[in-house]
């Protein structure tokens, strides 16, 4: 089993930054990518970034050019960096970690974003 641990959601206003982190434990030795998800009220999950060991990302579609997935050195804490936010970025933002064929999931951390 992984643990996972998010942390710095919150409120921010239109055109702001937030930096949101994730602390993986338990089982991490064989975690292969790390990354984020979010849902927005009615609608279901969508990827926003994803990090693999080697420090390959991915990114949704909406969300390129203003935020950055990353890793830790120890690849054990992943973060997403948050630029230019905008109100659709309002949203529960939930961290996730892969092993092969297992996907585990964080609680998710409130994201609002204010007018």
């Known amino acids: 089993q992984v643990q996972l641990v998010e942390s710095g959601g919150g409120l921010v206003q239109a055109g702001g930054s937030l930096r949101l982190s994730c602390a993986a434990s338990?089982?991490?030795?064989?975690?292969?990518?790390m990354g984020w998800y979010r849902q927005l009220p009615g609608k279901q999950r969508e990827l926003v970034a994803s990090v693999t060991s080697d420090r390959r990302t991915n990114y949704g579609d909406y969300v390129k050019g203003r935020f950055t997935g990353s890793r830790d050195n120890a690849k054990t804490t992943v973060f997403l960096q948050m630029n230019r936010m905008n109100t659709e970025d309002t949203a529960i933002y939930y961290c996730?970690?892969?092993?092969?064929?297992?996907?585990?999931w964080g609680q998710g951390t409130q994201v609002t974003v204010a007018s």
């Open positions: 996730t970690a892969e092993q092969v064929g297992i996907r585990f």
């Open positions: 338990g089982r991490i030795h064989s975690i292969t990518s």
